[in-house]
Every structure is written in structure tokens, then in C-alpha cells.
């Protein structure tokens, strides 16, 4: 069992910065693969960013292409989303999440709000 706890939310103007980390408890970290997942008012969850265990893979939305890093840090237990250059439709709630690859992820942390202003 995991459990996630997400922080580094807030307000930041368009072409801003931020970035939320996601803490980890449990054991095992580096068995899970980790993402990063986002819900805007009104519309579904999407994936943003994925890392596997070890850290050499990633994988991104397009739409964050460029903008949006994943990283993680297995001694810390914890797992990062720099986001840079934001754009008002970044607005979101932004989860991270933890799974056992290949299967779906099982475990999400509560969230937090990220709000780009225009």
C-alpha cells in the first residue's frame, strides 16, 4: 500500500513556474511507476506525466511537451512536476498517482490546486 500526499499548488500568472512534489509513504518506492494526472472544472482527468521506477523513462501529454518535467528522487520517497511557461488552461487540480507497471495506476494522492492567472 502507498500513499500519496501531493504539495506546491497555488496562483502564478501566465509564463510563470511551479512545482509540486508528491511524497511517498510505504515501501518499495522504486517498484512503482509514478504520474502525474490533472482535472480542469467540468472536464475529465487526463494524464500529464509519466516516470517508471528507476526514473529512465518518461512520457508526457502533448500538450505539456517542453514545458512540463517529471522527475523523481527514490531516496526522498518523492516524485516532482516542474512546470514552466504555464498557460491559463494549466489550470487544474493536479494528482499524482502510483502504480505497479503494467497495470493501472491504484493509488492517488488528494490533490492540489494549481490556478494560472492571464
Known amino acids: 500500500q502507498v500513499q500519496l500526499v501531493e504539495s506546491g499548488g497555488g496562483l502564478v500568472q501566465a509564463g510563470g513556474s511551479l512545482g509540486l512534489s508528491c511524497l511517498a509513504s510505504?515501501?518499495?518506492?522504486?517498484?512503482?511507476?509514478m504520474g502525474w494526472f490533472r482535472q480542469a472544472p467540468g472536464k475529465e482527468r487526463e494524464f500529464v506525466a509519466g516516470?517508471?521506477?528507476?526514473?529512465?523513462?518518461?512520457s508526457y501529454t502533448d500538450s505539456v511537451k517542453g514545458r512540463f518535467t517529471i522527475s523523481r528522487d527514490n531516496a526522498k520517497n518523492t516524485v516532482y512536476l516542474q512546470m514552466n511557461s504555464l498557460k491559463p488552461e494549466d489550470t487544474a487540480v493536479y494528482y499524482c498517482?502510483?502504480?505497479?507497471?503494467?497495470?493501472?495506476?491504484?493509488?492517488w494522492g488528494q490533490g492540489t490546486q494549481v490556478t494560472v492567472s492571464s
Open positions: 498517482a502510483a502504480r505497479i507497471f503494467p497495470a493501472t495506476y491504484r493509488y
Open positions: 510505504g515501501r518499495a518506492f522504486s517498484s512503482y511507476s
Open positions: 516516470i517508471s521506477g528507476i526514473g529512465d523513462s518518461r
